[in-house]
Each structure stands twice: as structure tokens, then as C-alpha cells.
């Protein structure tokens, strides 16, 4: 039974097309992670959520809109979507934010985007 | 700014032993955590140290000096399933983690 499981593991776009990733976690941990990873490998940060709320939210253009329907499920929709979007997505949960062990980072298999 | 430094590349042999260095400057500090990521997968936890020594979980040791704002990966006994890269982030004073840009590790035979 896969932790974090996300879906599609690929997608491939057009410009200004408008698409979703899904997220679920069956851990039962309280927080999830929206990373985005790019050609340069490096991860970055883009929401959190803590028990469905938004506790996290970087500077991210509002193009990107996570949806958190409850703790499980933590959902990323991009529209208009541009070049510069293509990149890996990951989905990653952890037990809360109070630190220590509580923050070990569970990831999911990543969602490749590519934009043509 | 916030930062975590660590070298893009290196090169070990089959057999031998790798440290792989970490340094970082960030606004507070609750924790360092090193991450293995092979091509094409996602990251997967190592190790955690909050506080300064080394803790050792098998082949894989990792050491922090909270003064020196520095931590190392040590692998030993190298095998070729190693070759991947090790991130290293810290978790600044509002639990927010810092990564690093990762180290990518290549084992030869």
C-alpha cells in the first residue's frame, strides 16, 4: 500500500492548458507539501497545509491553486499553464510541523509536467 | 538570506568511504536532515540530528556542529546503489525546511 500516492506520474501539456495533480496519503500524518523540483534538481517549496488549512504559501504565481478537500488529500491545479511550469511535482506529507521526527518527510513518486 | 551550501558533485569508488559536507546559515535552527534521492525518484529520509555528534544508522553516519553551522554524510563501505544524490535541509526557527541544492554521488567500480 503505497504512503503518498500521487497521480498522473507523467503529463504532457500545451501552453495555456489548464491541468491537476491529486495527492493522498494513508499515514495519517496532519501535514501535507506541495515541492516542485526543477532541471537543476532543486527542491523548492510552494504550500503546506496543516490539518486542511494553508500554513505555508510561497511565492508561487496564483496560476498554481491547492485545494485540501480533508487531511488526506491535498491537491495542486494549475491553469494557463506556461514553459517555465515544466518540472517535476512532488507530494509529501510529514506527522505535523512541531519538529524533530515529527517533520520527516514522507514523499510521493513525483508528477513530471512538460509543457510544450 | 538563508542558505545551505554543499558541493554539486563527487566521485567515490566501490568499497570505499564518502563525506559528503553540508554548511548552513539560517534564521534559527531546529533540526538538520539528509535526504537520498536516486534519478527519477523521490527523496527518501536518512538521517536527523539536532543535536551536535554523530549518529550512525549502519553504513550511513551523520554529524552536525550546531557552532560550526556544518554537518557531514558519511557512507562507508560503499556500494554501487549509493550513486545518487544526498540532500541536505535545515529546519529554520519557524519549522520551515532550507534544502540544499543536493549532492549528486557517483560510485565507480
Known amino acids: 500500500d503505497t504512503a503518498v500516492s500521487q497521480t498522473p506520474k507523467y503529463l504532457v501539456t500545451q501552453m495555456g492548458n489548464d491541468k491537476s495533480i491529486k495527492c493522498e496519503q494513508n499515514?495519517?500524518?496532519?501535514?501535507m507539501y506541495w515541492y516542485k523540483q526543477d532541471s537543476k534538481k532543486f527542491l523548492k517549496i510552494m504550500f503546506s497545509?496543516?490539518?486542511?488549512?494553508?500554513?505555508i504559501n510561497e511565492t508561487v504565481p496564483n496560476r498554481f491553486s491547492p485545494k485540501s478537500p480533508d487531511k488526506a488529500h491535498l491537491n495542486l491545479h494549475i491553469n494557463s499553464l506556461e514553459l517555465g511550469d515544466s518540472a517535476v511535482y512532488f507530494c509529501?506529507?510529514?506527522?505535523?510541523?512541531?519538529?524533530?521526527?515529527?517533520?520527516?518527510?514522507?514523499f510521493g513518486a513525483g508528477s513530471r509536467l512538460t509543457v510544450l | 538570506g538563508q542558505n545551505i551550501d554543499q558541493p554539486t558533485e563527487m566521485t567515490a569508488t566501490e568499497g570505499a568511504i564518502v563525506q559528503i559536507n553540508c554548511t548552513y546559515q539560517?534564521?534559527?535552527?531546529?533540526?538538520l536532515f539528509w535526504y537520498q534521492q536516486h534519478a527519477g525518484e523521490a527523496p527518501t529520509f536518512l538521517s536527523y540530528?539536532?543535536l551536535d555528534g554523530l549518529e550512525e544508522k549502519g553504513r550511513f553516519s551523520s554529524f552536525l556542529s550546531r557552532s560550526k553551522g556544518y554537518s557531514y554524510l558519511l557512507l562507508k563501505e560503499l556500494q554501487m546503489k549509493d550513486s545518487a544524490s544526498y540532500l541536505c535541509?535545515?529546519?529554520?526557527?519557524?519549522?520551515?525546511?532550507?534544502w540544499g541544492a543536493g549532492t549528486k554521488l557517483i560510485i565507480k567500480p
Open positions: 509529501a506529507s510529514s506527522q505535523d510541523t512541531s519538529g524533530g521526527g515529527a517533520n520527516v518527510l514522507t
Open positions: 499515514l495519517g500524518h496532519d501535514t
Open positions: 497545509y496543516n490539518n486542511k488549512e494553508l500554513i
Open positions: 539560517t534564521s534559527g535552527f531546529n533540526g
Open positions: 540530528n539536532v
Open positions: 535541509a535545515v529546519m529554520d526557527s519557524n519549522y520551515q525546511l532550507i
